[in-house]
């Protein structure tokens, strides 16, 4: 009941969008660390890309494309609400914003299984 | 309300927040009808079980924005709440708005909601007198949609005890402040238009609102302040870079 104003889905594009962000945050200094291997030597970045090769490896690049998608996506719909005219509360720019991410988490996924 | 339109002696369980923060919700049995809102359900409790109960109404048809209170969780004009419509069969909560101080039971100090339309520089200044002309406004001019789209607000603080923005920066402005003075920047009539703009563009103004869009979600009304706050977030970057509209 506490949370009953917060079920509507400009809530919730807001908060997919900054909770897509903190974890896209998170990941940068991972990526820079991984890529860093590379100042080590050609055999420290082969080892490492080796370690991506394992599945749950696969599962969180996939997780990450997701989110940067739904992250671009989102971003999208606030651009829309500031710069194009509208009317009404943006459900469809809200559900297409989730369905390009979930769109393109699916196509990343059969990119993975080939 | 006839007694005739009770329906077949069914009782509404309804839960009514009583006292001040530290009070508690207190359940009462209500009278089913056919056709009843929440304030009806109100006025019902303190005219037969409750007369010490405290809550604030008006005009009853949706006009003066007085009776908004929090219902079932989300905040509503409770005079245009039909019981029947809220969805699930649960008991009926009714507590005061969000974001305000409690006075008490359901009554809200609405002073710090007010002294915000003014911070945001919400007051007309005139710039003639009744003896001069009426300016003429086109009625199909963009500022003149953009006024029509906020100006029927009933100033029932309703978008303000949505807002969570509101909760976590006790500085913003709020929904309803913002959609007004959006409204005052597109008045060709209003003598402090710059001034207004002025007082919106600061970090606790506009520029603050994430779009949750709860104010245009719960609005009674129909308006979008999400929309009026984008306008003035155009606006400021417009001044920014330093071209004024006219």
Known sequence: MRAAHRRHPGYLAFLAHRLSGLALALFLPFHFLFLATAIEGEAALEGALAWTANPLAKLAEWGLVTLLALHLALGLRVLAIEFLPWRGPLRLWVGLGGGAALATGLLFLAALGR | ?246
Not at chain 2, 83 to 107: F, K, S, W
């Open chain 2, 1 to 246: 309300m006839a007694e005739a339109a009770a329906c077949g002696g069914r009782m509404l369980e309804v839960r009514i927040w009583r006292g001040r923060d530290d009070g508690a919700f207190v359940s009462y049995e209500v009278p089913a009808r056919a056709n009843q809102t929440v304030l009806d359900v109100v006025t019902w409790v303190q005219r037969h079980l409750e007369p010490t109960l405290a809550y604030r109404f008006a005009c009853r048809v949706g006009v003066c924005g007085s009776c908004a209170m929090t219902v079932n969780g989300r905040p509503r004009w409770t005079c245009r709440t039909h019981v029947g419509r809220l969805a699930g069969d649960g008991p009926l909560a009714i507590e005061p708005l969000r974001n305000l101080p409690r006075i008490r039971d359901l009554v809200c100090d609405l002073e710090p909601f007010f002294t915000r339309w003014q911070r945001a520089g919400g007051r007309f200044v005139a710039t003639s007198t009744r003896r001069d002309p009426l300016p003429r406004i086109a009625p199909d001019s963009e500022a003149r949609r953009a006024v029509d789209a906020g100006i029927e607000c009933i100033n029932c603080a309703v978008c303000h005890a949505a807002c969570d923005v509101v909760a976590w920066r006790p500085e913003y402005l709020g929904p309803a402040p913002l959609n007004r003075a959006w409204t005052l920047v597109n008045d060709i009539r209003h003598g402090a238009r710059e001034e207004t703009l002025d007082r919106v563009r600061g970090d606790a103004g506009c520029h603050a609102c994430h779009s949750q869009m709860s104010c245009s979600e719960f609005c009674p009304v129909g308006i979008a302040p999400t929309a009026a706050i984008a306008g003035l977030k155009r606006a400021s970057l417009r001044h920014l870079l330093g071209r004024r509209d006219e």
